[in-house]
């Protein structure tokens, strides 16, 4: 095949995943080169998601350059993707998932022996739906304010005091080697602060036309996690679900049985809801967890 042309965001993480992608080609003998294209949710920086019109704050410009062929390949975090695909495009392959938990980052004077480590009324930023409710639900006297940036810019307005914790995806951190050692760092247990659909994974799409691409991607493709993630984003869609619904779903592989843990809450406002469900069918599971959410 040609050169392979890899559309990505900007960030030091969306440019990490690129090239992450471009190594594992490469590897396969292929000739690979990056573009970076600017999306919706990396210009508008000072709004919240929910303030933000449409779908697909960080996907839709870079899809509509594979669309119309300006690049062949797009690696996306795949917690960022609606959950059906734009005419025309289809998901070649996922990653490895890296430990997909979520941790609040503290600074030290702000400690405490109570739950999740954080000090009474303690000021926490996050823009995530899901982890708000999250919070709420084990710590109702924290206060919540909206955090935007690329991870490295949150650590900063948080080591300035801007807030006393913020809430981060491990992935992030680890994929970044950022060093936080000035920081108390608490990592939540995943069945009980329920991480994103598919946190920690990246989605490797494609042109559904491009069957030669299509073929090199299987190369490389996690078919187990694939399976695992599509329980999570079965549920997902199930509930016609957004980035922004307040909804967890980690799902893992026992065996022959599967299991998944969710957390959902109708509005921000909400408690939400845990469930516990395990199949040898991954399908039967996401309709057990729709059937007992609807």
Not at 176 to 196: C, G, N, R, T
Request: glycine share 8%; proline share 3%; hydrophobic share 35%.
């Amino acid at each position: 095949m040609a050169r392979i042309k890899i559309g990505s965001r900007g960030s030091d993480l969306a440019l990490w995943q690129a090239r992450f992608v471009r190594s594992e080609l490469e590897k396969l003998g292929h000739e690979v080169e990056i573009k970076i294209i600017k999306t919706k949710g990396d210009a508008i920086q000072h709004l919240s998601f929910d303030k933000i019109e449409g779908k697909g704050f960080f996907t839709k410009e870079i899809e509509d350059q594979l669309l119309d062929k300006s690049v062949d390949l797009a690696v996306h975090s795949h917690k960022d993707l609606e959950t059906t695909n734009p005419a025309g495009l289809t998901i070649g392959a996922v990653s490895y998932r890296a430990n997909p938990a979520d941790v609040l980052l503290i600074r030290k004077e702000k400690t405490s022996g109570l739950k999740f480590q954080l000090t009474e009324n303690a000021l926490v930023g996050t823009s995530s739906a899901r982890r708000k409710v999250q919070l709420k639900k084990y710590r109702p006297d924290i206060g919540l304010k909206d955090i935007r940036g690329n991870v490295p810019t949150r650590i900063e307005k948080l080591r300035k005091g801007e807030f006393d914790a913020i809430v981060l995806a491990q992935a992030g951190i680890a994929r970044l080697k950022l060093d936080v050692s000035d920081l108390e760092v608490y990592e939540f247990d995943i069945k009980e602060f329920i991480p994103a659909p598919a946190q920690g994974v990246l989605g490797l799409q494609i042109r559904e036309e491009d069957t030669e691409l299509d073929k090199i991607l299987h190369q490389l493709n996690n078919e187990e996690v694939q399976k695992c993630i599509g329980v999570e984003r079965g549920i997902l869609k199930g509930l016609n679900g957004g980035c922004q619904l307040p909804l967890g779903a980690y799902c893992e592989k026992d065996g022959n049985t599967y299991h998944v843990w969710s957390s959902i809450a109708k509005t921000v406002n909400e408690i939400p809801e845990h469930t516990h469900f395990f199949d040898s069918n991954p399908d039967k599971l996401v309709q057990k967890v729709l059937n007992n959410l609807i």
